[in-house]
Nanobody
């Protein structure tokens, strides 16, 4: 199975952006798996943003995302959406979605088994 991340772009500070993550290709994603978003800015390590399960609504966030970003499932489209509001220049990064058998609450990139290709988010005036 592969993950396809989309929805990135160039926006001004304070704007909103919605990212989507959809599975594709052969293979199977189990409903109990964790699915999350990470981001990586130039010269920095990949950092956790938010995560949920494919089957449930329980979520958890990084401190920088809490209160501004919302992760949710779109059951009709079988995607996981990251709604990002009140974007700041420091949110600029390549955003990746990832999934796998990690325990709920996992924040380390190494705990996620399958990754998408990333989508660029640039917040600039």
């Amino acid at each position: 199975v592969q993950l396809q991340a989309s929805g990135g772009g160039l926006v001004q500070p304070g704007a909103s952006l919605t990212l989507s993550c959809a599975p594709s290709g052969p293979g199977r994603i189990f409903s109990s798996w964790i699915v999350g978003w990470f981001r990586q800015a130039p010269g920095k390590e990949r950092e956790f943003v938010a995560a949920t399960r494919w089957s449930r609504q329980s979520t958890y966030y990084s401190d920088s995302a809490k209160g501004r970003f919302t992760i949710s499932r779109d059951n009709a489209k079988n995607t996981v959406v990251l709604q990002m509001n009140s974007l700041k220049p420091e949110d600029t990064a390549v955003y990746f979605c990832a999934t796998g058998t990690a325990d709920f609450g996992a924040r380390r990139a190494a705990a996620f088994n399958t990754w998408g290709q990333g989508t660029q988010v640039t917040v600039s005036s």
